[in-house]
């Protein structure tokens, strides 16, 4: 059994394909085919069944997978470990909510390769909160950072802060007649019938935020209009500054655009909703001392 044939298996599983696997690990079709195949000879078991386009594990295929993500999850902190006795941290993979991406929040980045000169490889993955803590708890991420936080004992949470959500709307709305922008308060009330641009109702890399708006929603008494869906903080803000309706996003993420007069904050008063952010790393980690010197360098607050 090799360590390449596991973790082309690892990587099947999550693609659930070899078409797709091939492009990851840079293997054609018939070497992924060849690796899985060898596997399953040296365990005397089949480990996926085909369900139309996609492999679907076995039971055996199961019970490996755990397994197989602990072998890789320990080579790569052997090859930390040995890079950190080095006196350098090499290459590093940081695991990132892509929410948070689209916020100043990624500026903490540009300063890694200076506290850490040894760096010659940043792997980035732009993924969801919940991925981010399964990034982290296989080993395929070296740190990770998310909004809120999740009960995998396998992992440490660092708390960094919280980021202000906020409601904006276009620059000169229509759904605000008679009002300038001018930063009169206004009753949650006032806004009744207009249509909300939010993120799917599902579980993906922003449902916090959507969930968040529609306890506020049900606890204030609005009545909605219509729900516009938007994957992207990017696409919302376009469709806001559109007049198509309002949204809720983070602080940081509209900031520019409202110094530039593209985007207005809608002015609520007792509007008080925050996404807090933690940093999460293995517990088991054998370069604990570096990950939590990146972690104070994203504790760091803006100058």
């Known amino acids: 059994m090799e360590l390449k044939d596991l973790e082309t298996f690892v990587t099947v599983v999550k693609c659930g394909s070899i078409t797709c696997a091939d492009d990851v690990l840079h293997v054609t079709q018939p070497g992924v085919s ?40 320990s080579v790569r902190d052997l090859r930390a470990a040995v890079d950190a006795e080095k006196g350098g941290w090499t290459t590093a993979c940081i695991a990132m ?13 540009k300063e890694l390769r200076d506290r850490f000169p040894a760096l010659r490889q940043l792997h980035i993955k732009m993924v969801g909160s919940a991925e981010v803590s399964e990034l982290v ?25 919280e980021e202000p959500l906020v409601v904006i709307r276009a620059a000169h709305s229509h759904w605000f007649p008679g009002e300038d922008g001018g930063g009169e308060p206004l009753a949650p009330l006032c806004l009744n019938d207009i249509p909300w641009i939010a993120f799917p109702a599902r579980k993906g ?18 009545r909605p209009g219509l729900r516009i869906d938007a994957d992207c903080l990017a696409a919302q803000q376009k469709l806001v500054q559109a007049d198509f309706g309002i949204a809720l996003q ?17 002015p609520l008063p007792a509007f008080r909703l925050t996404l807090p952010i933690c940093a999460v790393y293995r517990k088991t980690a054998p370069h604990r001392d570096m990950l939590q010197n990146v972690i104070r360098l994203f504790q760091k607050q803006p100058e």
């Open 34 to 73: 060849r690796r899985i195949d060898r596997l399953e000879n040296a365990l005397g078991c089949t480990l996926f069944e085909r369900v139309g386009n996609h492999l679907r594990l076995t039971k055996e295929g199961k019970t490996l997978l755990p397994h197989a993500e602990a072998v890789l999850g």
């Open 137 to 161: 708890a296989a080993g395929e991420a070296d740190v990770g950072f998310r909004f809120f936080r999740d009960k995998d004992e396998r992992l440490e949470y660092v708390p960094l802060g």
């Open 205 to 222: 890399p922003s449902s916090h935020i959507t969930a968040m708006l529609d306890q506020w929603i049900e606890e204030t008494g609005i």
């Open 250 to 266: 983070p602080a940081s993420s509209v900031q520019e655009a409202v110094e530039r007069g593209k985007l207005q904050l809608v």
């Open 97 to 109: 909510s892509a929410t948070l991406a689209e916020t100043p929040f990624t500026d903490r980045l």
